[in-house]
C-alpha cells in the first residue's frame, strides 16, 4: 500500500524560499512521482513530476510556470523534495504529493499525499 507524507508547507513572503517534503513508501524507484497544486475554485495542476532511469539517472519535467524557479529530485529514503525558490503569490496553493504521476502527459497516478498548504504573501 502506497503511502505519502508531505510536510514543509508555510508562510513565507514574495521572493522568499521554501522546500517541501513527501515521505513516500509501498513503492520503488522505478514508479515515477510527482507534485500538483491547488487553489479554491480551480483544477489541480501540475508543477513538477521525477522519473528514474536506473543507476543515479533521474529526469525532471517541470510547468512552464515554475521552470527555473523549482526543483524536484528525490533521494535514497524515497523521499520527494520540492526546492521551491523566488516565491510568487500566485504560488500560493495547497501542494500534493503524487505517486504514478505520467510526467510526460502531466497526468496524476492515484495516489496522493494529505496536501500542505504555501502561503506567498505579496
Known amino acids: 500500500q502506497v503511502q505519502l507524507v508531505e510536510s514543509g508547507g508555510g508562510l513565507v513572503q514574495a521572493g522568499g524560499s521554501l522546500r517541501l517534503s513527501c515521505a513516500a513508501s509501498g513503492l520503488t524507484f522505478s514508479t515515477a512521482m510527482g507534485w500538483f497544486r491547488q487553489v479554491p475554485g480551480k483544477e489541480r495542476e501540475f508543477v513538477a513530476g521525477?522519473?528514474?532511469?536506473?543507476?543515479?539517472?533521474?529526469?525532471a519535467y517541470y510547468a512552464d510556470s515554475v521552470k527555473g524557479r523549482f526543483n524536484i529530485y528525490r533521494d535514497a529514503k524515497n523521499t520527494l523534495y520540492l526546492e521551491m525558490k523566488s516565491l510568487r503569490p500566485e504560488d500560493t496553493a495547497i501542494y500534493y504529493c503524487?505517486?504514478?504521476?505520467?510526467?510526460?502527459?502531466?497526468?496524476?497516478?492515484?495516489?496522493w499525499g494529505q496536501g500542505t498548504q504555501v502561503t506567498v504573501s505579496s
Open positions: 503524487n505517486a504514478g504521476t505520467v510526467v510526460t502527459t502531466k497526468v496524476p497516478g492515484s495516489s
Open positions: 521525477v522519473t528514474y532511469s536506473g543507476g543515479n539517472t533521474f529526469s
